[in-house]
C-alpha cells in the first residue's frame, strides 16, 4: 500500500516520521506497529472522508482474512498512540455509525533538512473510492449548468418528444444486448465456475491431492499459524492434522485405493520417502528405501502399487520421473533428458488410464513443455512447447488439458491434444490448482491472496528495531541498498515484464534504468562504477546504468551460484560447478578475461590478499598469489543450502541454514578475527536471497503470510 505521504509531518503537536513509522511528541518518540502505521497512513491519505471498516479491509489488509474486531482493535491502538481515547471529543480520529472513521486534523509538511512546516510539498486527499457504473446502466447523468427554462409552449412538445427519444434508446439498448448475449462468442466471458467452499481457515494452502472416490482431500498449508500435512472428509468436513515421520513434508498422493498417503520429507539436509496409512493416522510412517535418489516429489499413483515419482540421483543432474514399485521398493527410468537444467513435475494420469501428461520446466527460463506418454509403451507420444508459465495441469477429458498460468491472472488454458491448438480461458477469479478425482469431481485452491511484499532496513548487528520502508511499489520484487545516499535499486514485475530501476523511498522518484521480459535478480552494485550485477536468463551480467549496455557474462550451460557471486573495484568473482568440482572464475571487467581458481565457492580481494571458502564451508585467507595463508574461524553447513556470502568493507559475512531450516547471520571481523552469530529474523526466511548489505545497513524483505480456499466445483463447466 502507498499512500506518497511526505517524509515528515506535523500533526497538532505530533511529528510524524513516513521513514521511520514513528510518532514524536517532544522528546518522546513512540515506535507505531506496522498494521498501525498503514491504517494512520491511509486515513490522512483519505481525510476528507469516512473510511469505511470494509475499505480499510481491502486497502490495508489488502485481501487477507480479518475481523471487523480486528481492524477495531488496529484503530484503538492507534488512538492510545495518539493519545485521543476520549471518543465523546476526539481530536484525531472521529467515528461514524456505520460510515467509519475519518482523520481530523489537517496535515502540514515539514521541509527536509529543516524544522519548518512547508504545505507545499503536501499531497492533495485522495478521492473517494466509488464503483465504476455498468456501461449500459440507466440513471442519474452527471450535473450540467443550469440552463435557461424552455418556452412554455413547447414544453409539452419537449416533453413528449423526449419520452419517445427514451423510449427509442432503450428498445435499441435492448436489442443490442439480445444481440450480443445471441452472439457472444464462449470465450468472452469470464468463466463463473461455481463452488462449494470445503475450507477456508486462514493461511496458505497447497500441494493438494484426492482421493478417487472424492471422499478425502490432502494438502500442506499453515492453518492458523500451525502448519504442516492435514487430511480433510470432503462430505463431513472433519479435519485432521497428519503427524508426520520428519520436518519438510511435500507432495502427498493417495495410494492403495485411498487408504494410504505417500509424501517426501527434507529433514537436516537429507530427503526421505513414506506412507502413512489414513485408518490409524496415530500409527507410524513406514519408510521406503530412497538408494541413491534426491528429494523424490510431485507424486502420480497409478494403481497396482505403481507410483511416478519425479527425483535426481545429483543435484547437478536433470530431475525427471521414475516408475516406483511399492511392492518390490524398485526404480525404473520414466522420463528422459539430457539437460541438467530442465525438472519434471505434475504428473496427471488420462480418465481412460491409458496417458500420462507432466509439466517440463527449465530452472533457466520460464518456457515450459507439455510431455504426453503411453503408459503401457512408455513412449513420448506428443511434445508441445508453451511460452506460458505454467503452474499445474489437469486432464479435461481423454483429449484435452486445463492447465493453470503461474502468475496471479485469472486465466486457464485448454490444450486440444488432436489439434495441439492451446486456448485461452477467461474466468472470474484465478486458480492456483485444479484436481478432478477418479469419479470425475472437481477440486481446487484458489490463488494465494496476499499483500505486497514488504521490505526492511536496520543496522547489521540486529540491534535495533528494523524500519520499514514506505511508498514502494506494490510490484516490488526486490529492493537494495545504492551507494548513493537515500535510493536504492528496486526490481520490479510488472504483468508482461520485469524492470530495474533506481528509487528514493523518500519522494517515490523512480528513475528506470533496464527493462525485460525475463525475471530480474538483483546481486550486487559496483563499489564506485555505474555497474550492477544481475542474475538474467541463469547467467550473470553487468549493466552499466548510465549507458543501459548490458553485457552477459556467463552463458546458459554454466552451473553459477549467484548467492557467492561479489564484484570488486576490478573484477567480478563467481563461484560456478564443473563436472562436479567447485570453481571460482575472475572475470577482469576492464578487459573481459577470465581466469579460474579451483576448490573454492567464494573468493573476494582484501587488502592485497584474498578471503575463500573452500568446498567444505570453511573460509580461508589467502595470500596474493593465492596460496592458503591462515584458516578464518567461520565454517558453513554447505549441506544444508542455500547460503549467501557477502564482503562489506571489513567485514566478511555469511548467511547459513540451520537444522531447524532458520538462518543465521555471521559476522566476521578481519582486524579483530571476532565472529558474531546472530539469528535473522523470521521474516527473512523465504526472502534469504533478497538480503542486501551495504556499509553495515541490512535490507531485507518480508513476505505477509497468504490465504487461500478449498473448494469443490458443481460440475465441470469447462466443456469444449
Known amino acids: 500500500m502507498s499512500t506518497n505521504l511526505p517524509s515528515k509531518l506535523q500533526l497538532n503537536d505530533i511529528v510524524l516520521d513516513t521513514v521511520q513509522q514513528a510518532l514524536r511528541r517532544g522528546d518522546d518518540l513512540i515506535q507505531l506497529e506496522p498494521r498501525v502505521f498503514d491504517v494512520l497512513c491511509y486515513l490522512l491519505a483519505h481525510r476528507e472522508r469516512y473510511v469505511s471498516l470494509q475499505e480499510l479491509h481491502q486497502q490495508v489488509w489488502a485481501g487477507r482474512v480479518v475481523s471487523d474486531t480486528a481492524v477495531r482493535r488496529t484503530i484503538s491502538k492507534l488512538r492510545a498512540q495518539l493519545q485521543d481515547t476520549n471518543l465523546e471529543q476526539p481530536v484525531f480520529i472521529r467515528s461514524g455509525m456505520k460510515r467509519g472513521y475519518q482523520w481530523l486534523v489537517e496535515p502540514v509538511a515539514i521541509t527536509p533538512g529543516t524544522d519548518q512546516p512547508s504545505v507545499a510539498t503536501l499531497p492533495e486527499a485522495a478521492p473517494p473510492i466509488s464503483p465504476a457504473r455498468h456501461r449500459f446502466a440507466i440513471g442519474d447523468e452527471p450535473a450540467t449548468p443550469e440552463s435557461p427554462s424552455p418556452p412554455v409552449g413547447r414544453t409539452l412538445f419537449a416533453v413528449a418528444h423526449r419520452r419517445w427519444l427514451w423510449l427509442l434508446s432503450l428498445a435499441v439498448l435492448l436489442a443490442v444486448v439480445l444481440w450480443a448475449v445471441i452472439n457472444q462468442r464462449p470465450d468472452t466471458e469470464p468463466l463463473g465456475m461455481p463452488y462449494q467452499v470445503l475450507l477456508d481457515i486462514p493461511g496458505q494452502k497447497y500441494s493438494l491431492a484426492v482421493s478417487d472416490d472424492g471422499q478425502w482431500l490432502s494438502f500442506i498449508g499453515t492453518l492458523e499459524g500451525t502448519q504442516g500435512l492435514f487430511l480433510q472428509h470432503t462430505e463431513t468436513g472433519r479435519l485432521h492434522k497428519v503427524e508426520t515421520a520428519a520436518g519438510g513434508v511435500h507432495s502427498p498422493e493417495f495410494i492403495q485405493q485411498g487408504e494410504a498417503l505417500i509424501y517426501g520429507t527434507v529433514d537436516k539436509g537429507s530427503s526421505?520417502?513414506?506412507?502413512?496409512?489414513?485408518?490409524d493416522l496415530n500409527a507410524p510412517a513406514k519408510k521406503l528405501n530412497l538408494e541413491s535418489f534426491l528429494f523424490p516429489g510431485a507424486f502420480l499413483n497409478l494403481g497396482n502399487d505403481q507410483v511416478l515419482i519425479s527425483a535426481q540421483t545429483e543435484l547437478a543432474v536433470p530431475r525427471t520421473y521414475y516408475l516406483y514399485d511399492l511392492e518390490q521398493q524398485s526404480w525404473q527410468p520414466f522420463s528422459y533428458s539430457p539437460d541438467a537444467n530442465i525438472f519434471d513435475a505434475g504428473a496427471r494420469l488420462s480418465p481412460n488410464g491409458q496417458q500420462v501428461a507432466l509439466l517440463r520446466l527449465s530452472r533457466l527460463s520460464n518456457i515450459s513443455q507439455i510431455l504426453v506418454f503411453d503408459l503401457q509403451s512408455k513412449e513420448l507420444v506428443q511434445q508441445i512447447l508453451l511460452s506460458e508459465n505454467i503452474g499445474f495441469l489437469e486432464w479435461q477429458d481423454d483429449n484435452h488439458l486445463l492447465l493453470t498460468h503461474r502468475p496471479s491472472k485469472p486465466i486457464l488454458y485448454r490444450v486440444n491434444l488432436v489439434s495441439q491448438a492451446i486456448e485461452e480461458l477467461a474466468t472470474t477469479e484465478p486458480w492456483w490448482q485444479l484436481m478432478r478425482s477418479g469419479n470425475n469431481q472437481w477440486f481446487g485452491i484458489s490463488r494465494p491472496t496476499k499483500e505486497s511484499a514488504r521490505f526492511f532496513q536496520t543496522a547489521v548487528t540486529l540491534e535495533q528495531a528494523p524500519q520499514r520502508l514506505f511508498n514502494v511499489p506494490s510490484t516490488a520484487q526486490e529492493l537494495a541498498l545504492s551507494h548513493t545516499a537515500g535510493w536504492y535499486y528496486l526490481?520490479?514485475?510488472?504483468?508482461?515484464?520485469?524492470?530495474?530501476?533506481?528509487f528514493d523511498p523518500?519522494?517515490?522518484q523512480r528513475v528506470e534504468l533496464y527493462a525485460t521480459k525475463d525475471p530480474i535478480r538483483f546481486i550486487q552494485a559496483h563499489p564506485s562504477q555505474p555497474l550492477v550485477l544481475l542474475g538474467l536468463q541463469g547467467r550473470l551480467a553487468l549493466l552499466d546504468t548510465s549507458s543501459g549496455a548490458l553485457q552477459f557474462v556467463t552463458n546458459s550451460q554454466q552451473h553459477v551460484a549467484?548467492?557467492?557471486?561479489y564484484l570488486s573495484q576490478e573484477a567480478l568473482y563467481y563461484a560456478e560447478e564443473r563436472a562436479g568440482r567447485w570453481q571460482v572464475t575472475r572475470y577482469d571487467v576492464a578487459s573481459g578475461q577470465q581466469s579460474a581458481v579451483v576448490g573454492y565457492r567464494f573468493l573476494a580481494p582484501w587488502q592485497q590478499q584474498y578471503l575463500a571458502m573452500d568446498t567444505d564451508g570453511q573460509f580461508w585467507r589467502l595470500s596474493a598469489e593465492l596460496e592458503p595463508l591462515q584458516p578464518l574461524p567461520?565454517?558453513?553447513?554447505?549441506?544444508?543450502?542455500?547460503?549467501?556470502?557477502?564482503?562489506?568493507t571489513d567485514q566478511l559475512i555469511a548467511v547459513a541454514m540451520r537444522t531447524d531450516f532458520g538462518f543465521d547471520l555471521h559476522r566476521l571481523d578481519l582486524h579483530t578475527q571476532q565472529v558474531t552469530s546472530q539469528v535473522l529474523p523470521e521474516s527473512t526466511l523465504l526472502g534469504l536471497r533478497y538480503l542486501n548489505?551495504?556499509?553495515?545497513?541490512?535490507?531485507?524483505?518480508d513476505n505477509p503470510p497468504a490465504n487461500s480456499k478449498i473448494v469443490r466445483f458443481e460440475g465441470a463447466p469447462w466443456l469444449p
Open 506 to 508: 523518500s519522494s517515490g
Open 272 to 279: 526421505g520417502l513414506y506412507i502413512q496409512k489414513i485408518g
Open 491 to 502: 526490481v520490479e514485475q510488472q504483468p508482461d515484464s520485469w524492470t530495474l530501476a533506481h
Open 562 to 565: 549467484y548467492n557467492s557471486s
Open 634 to 648: 567461520v565454517k558453513l553447513p554447505v549441506n544444508l543450502l542455500p547460503t549467501r556470502t557477502m564482503l562489506d
Open 693 to 701: 548489505v551495504v556499509n553495515s545497513t541490512l535490507v531485507y524483505r
